[in-house]
């Protein structure tokens, strides 16, 4: 082989060679891939690590029943009835004759014998005709089935302040092609975090009775017809299922009939925290006097310097106090998940333009007209041509922010060696994102159980804003007899009817925090993943260390038959 052609049969041994490095440098290795982990934990306190208090027990007091069966009606025969029944045997005389038989022998030949009797004798014969049968069914009959239940029910509820929780991951991993015996092995474990979803409750208290009215069923009916048979037919009963609240009561209220109102709100309610009061300045005609009143709770007046006769008033100022009830959701995903909410706690309007036609001697743009108020009996109704309130409202704040973590318990089928501890071991517990480095002796199957580590962090806080609001023709009307609400028409307004907020203008909030921890949330279940399968390569493929040295070597082999080359030239020159 001549020294070109020796130059050119390496060169494309090294770019082979060099391509195979290549080629397996860029070799995708096989994936883990765990899927969708679904976690769920309910019922956690949102003040601290651990379950929150809640209760819930209800008595139901009346009768409840399934499946019953009531027939009314009934059907007469049966569907194939003898009509006209079979013809009998029949017996019938017949004369049996008397008759000589001869039996001849050598030493007699008048020997012989009489066969019957010469007389008559019943015989029985075959019946004369098959019976007949008909449809003799004839009426109407009833089967009502039904399930129900009737009375009432006494219950309540207590949540000292929850959480419910929803978090779904994905755990990827990088699988080796090539495993040699004790390597250790880097399975490059990750994991996303794809979905998070948090509901929460603030602390609620209830207590309620309620009128319970369950019914459903069918009717089957069958009607019958002489020699004509049955048809049937069945038809469902209408549905009932109700479960209307005669009283419930909370911190705020005690409500009478909570929803058969328009906008889902009761016939009836009893101010306990949620509190309303109302400055009012008014004037009678007879006496004519002037001066100012306090209204309290359910339009009440608490105290007033006119006299219960009939006068005309205009509001100045309104004071509400409430027990607020803050229920958060949120999702996210990557990293947290977070919710936010909030309540009134405090709010105090000043009606800007009663107290400005008041103390300016103006004509007032809305009135309130009492035509009753003394003692427990008050009749008002209320007009405004224009209503503009304006104050602040201070109020109370909630933030949760959940930041969850993938954790997983590594199960080896097969003792293994693990970075950083001593002896073999059987399991591995931590973070996923952090599974050590191990080695394997011979063919291991992993399998993982996952979990959830999750940190809530909860901010309580006081914010204080200031808040505008504006109402064109707007009535109302309001009566109370012994503290009851009989009449509550709530205000409407040209605003409500034509769709338009009422909101004038709202400032910023100025908050503070009040309460801020951070605690691990438990109550989470455990995942099993799936299992895979570590084998040990019994001929390794070549590292990239040694193909690289392998074509290194080629060159100086090409270098030094190159020099080799030029070297048996001069000589030969030399010789020549």
């Not at 001869?102 to 098959?130: L, M, Q």
């Not at 931590?430 to 809530?456: C, Q, R, Y």
């Not at 503290?483 to 908050?511: A, C, M, Q, R, Y």
Request: proline residues 6%; contains cysteine.
């Amino acid at each position: 082989m001549n020294s070109n052609a020796y130059q050119s049969h390496l060169t494309k041994l090294f770019l082979s060679i060099t391509l195979l490095v290549i080629s397996n440098s860029s070799h995708s290795l096989p994936i883990y891939d765990s899927g969708t982990l679904s976690f769920e934990s309910d019922d956690q306190s949102i003040w601290g690590s651990g379950g929150a208090f809640t209760k819930s027990e209800s008595i139901f007091l009346g009768t409840q029943w399934s499946n019953k069966t009531a027939t009314i009606g009934g059907i007469a025969g049966n569907e194939n009835t003898v009509v006209i029944p079979a013809t009998g045997k029949i017996t019938v005389p017949v004369y049996e004759p008397k008759i000589w038989v001869p039996t001849p022998t050598w030493s007699n030949w008048f020997k012989g014998y009489y066969t019957g009797c010469g007389c008559w004798k019943d015989v029985t014969v075959k019946p004369a005709t098959d019976a007949v049968t008909a449809d003799t069914r004839t009426g109407a009959k009833l089967v009502i089935n039904s399930s129900g239940k009737a009375g009432l029910e006494f219950g309540y509820s207590i949540d000292s302040g929850s959480i419910d929780t929803n978090v779904k991951f994905s755990a990827l991993a990088d699988l080796p092609d090539s495993i040699k015996v004790s390597e250790f092995i880097d399975l490059n474990t990750s994991s996303i975090f794809d979905e998070g979803k948090i509901a929460t409750q603030s602390p609620k208290m209830e207590a309620y009775i309620s009128a319970v009215l369950e019914l459903s069923g069918s009717v089957e009916a069958t009607a019958c017809a002489l020699t004509l048979g049955c048809k049937e037919g069945t038809v469902a009963l209408p549905t009932i299922d109700m479960n209307q609240r005669i009283v419930s009561i909370d911190p705020n209220s005690l409500k009478i009939l909570d929803g058969v109102m328009p906008n889902d709100k009761p016939f009836a309610e009893i101010p306990i925290l949620n509190q309303t009061l109302t400055l009012e300045g008014g004037a009678t005609v007879s006496p004519p006097l002037v001066g100012f009143k306090l209204t309290g709770p359910l339009g009440l007046t608490l105290a007033t310097s006119l006299p219960p006769v009939p006068s005309i008033s205009v509001d100045l100022a309104e004071l509400e106090v409430q027990a607020p009830d803050i229920a958060t959701e949120g999702t996210g995903n990557g990293e947290k998940v977070t919710s936010s909410g909030r309540d009134d706690l405090l709010s105090m309007q000043l009606d800007i333009d009663g107290a400005a036609t008041l103390f300016a001697g103006l004509p007032p743009a809305g009135i309130n007209i009492t035509p009753i108020d003394a003692g427990p009996f008050k009749l008002e109704a209320s007009l405004d041509l224009i209503d503009v309130d304006a104050g602040p409202v201070l109020g109370i704040t909630q933030d949760f922010e959940m930041i969850p973590t993938l954790m997983a318990s590594i199960a080896f089928s097969s003792p293994v060696e693990i970075a950083g501890l001593l002896g073999l071991r059987n399991s591995w517990t931590g973070l996923w994102e952090n599974l050590s480095d191990f080695a394997i002796f011979k063919d291991t199957e992993i399998t993982p159980t996952f979990w959830v580590d999750a940190m809530l962090r909860n901010e309580l806080g006081i914010d204080l804003g200031l808040v505008g609001t504006l109402d064109i023709l707007k009535f109302g009307a309001t009566g109370v007899i012994g503290g009851l609400n009989i009449l509550n028409f709530s205000p409407i307004s040209l605003n409500n009817l034509l769709g338009i907020s009422n909101t004038l203008f709202e400032t910023d909030k100025v908050g503070f925090n009040v309460y801020n921890k951070q605690f691990e949330l438990g109550g989470f279940n455990t995942v099993k993943g799936k299992s895979f399968l570590l084998s040990i390569t019994e001929v390794p493929e070549p590292s990239m260390m040694a193909l690289m040295l392998m074509g290194l070597l080629i060159l100086i082999s090409v270098r030094t038959h190159q020099k080799y080359s030029r070297k048996h030239k001069d000589n030969h020159a030399l010789n020549a």
